[in-house]
């Protein structure tokens, strides 16, 4: 018998019809003789709607009573779920995640989770009963309802195969599992069978929407076995998914590259002709992280004339916020020529644990985008990826002219 958790996103439960399909699956691993605790999210599209509904009612919500208006949307899906399994002969319970005790810090609209009482949850277990949790929520210190976060219900679910040490924790979304890039983009993407989970924070980090950045942070710290699921299989005729695990679990050599990953939510910032003198990075960066802005790649040219210049990359919903802050506070305080932008921008990154090992990436990867007439704008490298910057109009051409430079688009081996 084996303990598992599976975690089913909003697409997965977006209609009864769905959920009463949702249950049939959960009800097979359950007459398997497993034990077994399911995680879901709101409904798709509720999240959204009532965000939006709060915005109706106040421009700016505010962040406590936000969290209570959307926490409601995966309340809505456990008692659905519940009943769906019950109306197929199995126990089942539905918990909030106050109910569930999963005790978050007090930072509403993206909380991070501290501890979870499983005791309840193992009560129902040993009760031969079905556990069925909300993601995306908890509770802080004094009670009020928190939520994680955008993609918070995957963290929910691995933080729950964590505290309950759970033999596997199962992601269910709309596709059968991770692939070497988007299928919408290269037709000949193909799913892996097994990434580490390096890679697939990499990937996350870098645009791919599969899983929620977090979920795999803690899948990686706590060692949690994680496959990636699609809930729209035919009953009985699912695939394997993909599994995400450790390096050193596996048997066999690494491929080079995993995967092409891109985001096209970028834009750039440059800052022109400032003095080259300690502290002039720190007085750029320091006034854009104190907006709250995160910034990505950085690069500095340092000029002939005592001066230099300083671009970084944003995220593209920042970006207007970004250049008026450097136009308005900062231009003037650090003695700055000019400021400019460019919001149409793109990041495209090979990711693979095999570049620890194989020198000559970064070459292969800019040849191939030369050949295509891609002028690369910024590079980035970390030990297992090499991202670049290129205009947005380049972006498909770009994925797919990296995904065959590498191989991607063959048979593995």
Same mark, same amino acid.
């Given at each position: ?12 439960? =977006?209609?009864?019809?769905?959920? $009463?399909?949702? =249950?049939?699956? %959960? ?15 709101? $409904? ?20 406590? !009573? /936000? ?53 309840? $949850? ?35 679910? %691995? ?18 599992? %991770? ?26 980090? /870098? ?9 795999? !942070? ?27 695990? /450790? !390096?050193?679990?596996? +048997?066999?050599?690494?491929? #080079? ?16 002709? %400032? ?17 709250? #802005? ?23 919903? +920042? ?35 095999? $570049? ?58």
């Amino acid at each position: 018998m084996a303990l598992i958790v599976q975690k089913y996103g909003g697409t997965s439960v =977006a209609n009864p019809e769905r959920i $009463m399909n949702v =249950a049939q699956r %959960v009800a097979k691993w359950k007459r398997a003789g497993n034990q077994v605790v399911v995680v879901v999210s709101a $409904m798709s599209g509720e999240t959204n709607r009532l965000i939006a509904l709060a915005k109706a009612i106040q421009a700016s919500p505010d962040p406590r !009573e /936000l969290d209570v208006t959307v926490s409601t949307g995966e309340q809505v899906t456990i008692g659905l779920l519940a009943m769906a399994l019950k109306e197929i002969g199995i126990k089942a319970r539905s918990y909030t995640g106050g109910q569930v005790r999963i005790l978050t810090d007090d930072a509403y609209t993206k909380a991070r989770i501290l501890s979870i009482d499983d005791q309840a $949850m193992r009560a129902d277990l040993d009760n031969d009963t079905v556990v069925i949790v909300a993601g995306f929520q908890g509770v802080d210190a004094a009670g009020n309802i928190t939520t994680l976060g955008r993609g918070g219900s995957d963290t929910t679910g %691995v933080a729950l195969a964590a505290a309950l040490k759970a033999d596997e924790c199962q992601i269910y979304t709309d596709v059968d599992g %991770v692939y070497t890039t988007d299928p919408r983009i290269v037709p000949e993407a193909r799913r892996l069978n097994t990434i580490t989970f390096e890679e697939m924070l990499e990937m996350a980090s /870098l645009g791919s929407k599969v899983l929620q950045i977090r979920s795999v !942070e803690f899948a990686g710290k706590y060692k949690v076995k994680l496959r990636v699921l699609s809930s729209l299989e035919e009953l009985g005729k699912e695939g394997p998914g993909t599994l995400i695990t /450790l !390096e050193e679990d596996k +048997d066999m050599e690494q491929p #080079i590259i995993s995967g092409i990953a891109f985001s096209r939510d970028e834009a750039k910032l440059t800052v022109l002709g %400032v003095p080259d003198r300690p502290g002039i990075a720190y007085q750029i960066l320091g006034a854009v992280a104190d907006a709250n #802005i995160d910034v990505d790649m950085i690069i500095q040219n340092i000029g002939h004339d005592g001066s230099t210049d300083i671009s970084f990359t944003v995220n593209r919903g +920042d970006y207007a916020k970004a250049l008026a802050l450097l136009q308005d506070k900062v231009k003037a305080q650090i003695g700055a020529r000019d400021i400019i932008g460019d919001n149409k921008i793109c990041k495209v990154s090979a990711v693979g644990v095999g $570049m620890r090992s194989h020198p000559g990436i970064a070459s292969q990867m800019f040849r191939a985008l030369s050949e295509d007439g891609i002028n690369i704008k910024m590079i980035s490298t970390s030990e297992i990826k090499i991202s670049v910057v290129v205009d947005e109009k380049y972006l498909e051409l770009a994925v797919r002219s990296l995904h065959k430079a590498f191989g991607l688009d063959q048979a593995a081996a």
